[in-house]
């Protein structure tokens, strides 16, 4: 340590190996993905999202919804990711190529969304997440802010949220997605990677000699 | 390798502290306000763990960016601003001139706070960019990476400018720090604002990052000042000095390659977090040394030494519980649970945090020139704090494991396992209150002593108007 530049060299190339290793060395490995092509659907996967969509999830990003929401499903074996119906195979890289940030997430407080729009039996309407965003629930925090309360001016708006019981607004008014509501949910309508690739056909869950390799 | 110094505490300021006095009482200062601004928003983000219906309405408070800013005033407010203060200070005193340039390191720290306010409110509207520990809008990032360069200057100048031939570990600590943060966030800025990489490749340069920030720059400053402080308090040679360079180095090399195991199963390499269980294996010979030197703490009673022992405790949990969940066996149960809070937890607010709390608490004095003017205030933060980090790891720790056995081994909705969590959680809430409780008896006391001192200093400078030294 008695050498300055020798140290401070030591330092630079400490920190360089490590981040050319990781950041340049995963780019290396993922970077030249490409959409796969299926001959039998005649569709390549993933699909880019569309216009609306593709905004949402920058709402999604800015509103912090992967604080409490990962977007990751593991292979079967680790934890019950498909036991809970997140989506039969594993998250590859090549699903996430057309995200603008992925959203990863680390902590599951509320359930996955990767493939929430491929739930069975049945995926949440438009409607189902409106009133889920607009008035939460015992464990899940309203986004009141992204509706608008307003009189019912002659017919009533397209994008009024149908409420009933409490939550309903009184008489001669409605409630209106604004419209990063609207981009919001039209990405959670949008959220679907239950194309199969090659390399995520589900290993066998019995038999993982080495459940790590090949990916 | 000469042996630590073993001076006597100065009674009044030393010559090499009287010019740094109010550039570091300025860092030290915002430290301490952004300190308690993060543990506000933390008992935010706690309450709405348990009711989310909290500050729904508000758009600025919604959880995510509540998260966001909360955890961006404690990495980059207080752990950064105290950090460098530290680090500069000790780089000063040890390099044997009083520190040069000092006007940068004043006008970066503006900067800095500056940047780190207009990136909070960046945060609050809706720019935050998404990746959790580097949440500062775009813009704001290359401001703060030019500002920070301004405040380590003095210290960068000390270290190459140094007297002695010798160096101590609290240098290369120290100066390693302010040297490494520029450069490596400068890299990260590069793949992910700039020109972003595609897909999950984004996902792995931030996490890099962010454990790189703790593993290269906070912790570095954090045992900088373990390292310059507990041998001046228990007056005693470091024991197994001679093996520090080896643990300096571990940290150093092996430190930003264990974030792979928050991405165990995930859509990245395999060898990722496989990287992880390497580093934790040769980190642990980083945390038998720092244990080995550190031992001394033990024996001694002051506040200081108090505030470094837990310290090195939760230090040393940390090392292990990090080594044990990032094998795969164990990780895929702690994944995704609030085990991963409750380990950060430990890591951030009980070993780096107190680790901080015993550099300042023994610094400040010591460059104002007077002993602390509320000293119950402060052990009463003492007592605060640590109360407040036990409660909270410990409930965040158990409604972890209860969360572990509903979410991945039985079908139970989401609604149920978080009424289920009530109780742990409420008890988290109560331990954040405990540690926003501690952390403004620390400001009143830093303000009242600060205050103090202008006051005497105003005096005297009054009383012989003809000298301008004071």
């Known amino acids: 340590m008695k050498n300055r530049p020798l140290f401070l060299l030591g330092l630079f190339l400490a920190v360089l190996t490590s981040w050319a290793g990781f950041v340049l060395g995963s780019h290396g490995q993922l970077g030249s993905l490409t959409p796969f092509f299926d001959e039998a659907d005649g569709q390549s996967h993933p699909a880019r999202l569309p216009g609306l969509a593709a905004r949402g999830q920058l709402v999604y990003a800015d509103l912090g919804c992967a604080a409490c929401h990962t977007q990751q499903v593991r292979r079967p074996g ?38 929430l729009a491929g739930r069975k039996p049945q995926a949440p309407s438009a409607d189902d997440l409106h009133r889920l965003l607009y008035t939460g629930s015992a464990a899940h925090p309203a986004f009141p802010f992204l509706y608008e309360t307003r009189e019912i001016a002659g017919e009533s708006s397209r994008h009024a949220v149908r409420l009933t019981g409490a939550a309903a607004p009184k008489a001669g008014s409605e409630v209106v997605a604004t419209e990063r509501a609207q981009t919001l949910v039209a990405y959670l309508l949008n959220v679907n990677s239950g194309f199969e690739y090659p390399e995520a056909r589900p290993l066998p869950a019995k038999s993982p000699a080495s459940p790590e390799a090949k990916k | 390798m000469s042996h630590p110094p073993t001076q006597a505490p100065a009674a009044e300021v030393s010559p090499f502290d009287a010019p740094a006095r ?72 040890l390099g044997g001139h009083p520190l040069r340039a000092l006007n940068w390191a004043v006008v970066g720290t503006v900067f800095w706070n500056l940047g780190l306010l207009a990136g909070m409110v960046g945060i609050a509207t809706g720019s935050m960019t998404g990746f959790a520990g580097l949440q500062i809008p775009r813009a704001v990032q290359p401001v703060l990476v030019a500002a920070f360069c301004a405040m380590a200057l003095p210290g960068v100048l000390a270290w190459a400018g140094r007297k002695r031939e010798g160096t101590y570990a609290a240098q290369w600590y120290a100066a390693a720090a302010l040297f490494l943060l520029p450069w490596f966030w400068t890299a990260t800025q590069a793949v992910l604002l700039w020109s972003p990489l595609r897909g999950v490749v984004q996902t792995v340069a931030a996490s890099w990052h962010t454990q790189s920030l703790v593993s290269l720059w906070l912790m570095p400053l954090a045992l900088a000042a373990a390292y310059y402080i507990v041998p001046k308090q228990t007056g005693k040679l470091l024991p197994g000095y001679e093996s520090a360079p080896l643990a300096f180095w571990t940290l150093i090399v092996c430190g930003g390659w264990s974030f792979g195991r928050h991405l165990i199963g995930g859509p990245v390499p395999a060898w990722i977090p496989t990287m992880a269980v390497v580093a934790q294996c040769l980190l642990l010979f980083h945390f038998l040394v720092v244990a080995l030197n550190f031992r001394q703490v033990f024996a001694g009673g002051s506040l200081t030494l108090q505030y470094l022992r837990f310290g090195l405790v939760a230090y040393l949990l940390t090392g292990l519980l990090e080594t044990i969940t990032s094998f795969r066996g164990v990780g895929v149960h702690t994944q995704f649970t609030l085990l991963v809070p409750a380990m950060e937890q430990l890591t951030l607010q009980g070993a780096l945090s107190m680790f901080l709390f015993g550099g300042l608490v023994y610094q400040f004095p010591r460059i104002i020139g007077r002993d602390w003017t509320l000293p119950t205030f402060v052990s009463g933060h003492g007592s605060l704090y640590m109360l407040g980090v036990v409660i909270s790891v410990l409930s965040l720790g158990w409604a972890g494991l209860a969360q572990d056995a509903l979410l991945n081994h039985s079908q139970t909705p989401f609604a149920e396992i978080l009424a289920q969590l009530k109780m742990p959680l409420l008890l988290h809430t109560a331990g954040q209150f405990a540690l926003l409780a501690g952390n403004v008896l620390l400001l009143v006391a830093f303000l009242r002593s600060a205050a103090a001192s202008c006051c005497r200093e105003e005096g005297a400078a009054a009383l012989r108007p003809a000298s301008s030294a004071s």
């Open chain 2, 22 to 93: 109010w550039p570091l009482a300025l860092l030290a200062g915002s430290a301490l306000v952004w300190l308690v601004l993060s543990s506000l928003l933390a008992l935010v983000t706690a309450i709405q763990l348990h009711t989310p219906s909290f500050l729904a309405d508000c758009s600025a408070l919604t959880h995510g960016r509540a998260q966001a800013l909360r955890e961006t005033a404690f990495l980059y407010g207080w752990a950064g601003n105290a950090g460098v203060g530290l680090g500069l200070w000790i780089l000063g005193r």
């Open chain 1, 78 to 115: 680790f934890g019950n990711d498909q036991a809970r119906g997140w989506g039969e195979r594993q998250s590859v890289a090549r699903d996430y190529i057309f995200h603008a940030q992925p959203q990863l997430g680390a902590s599951r407080l509320g359930p996955d969304l990767m493939n």
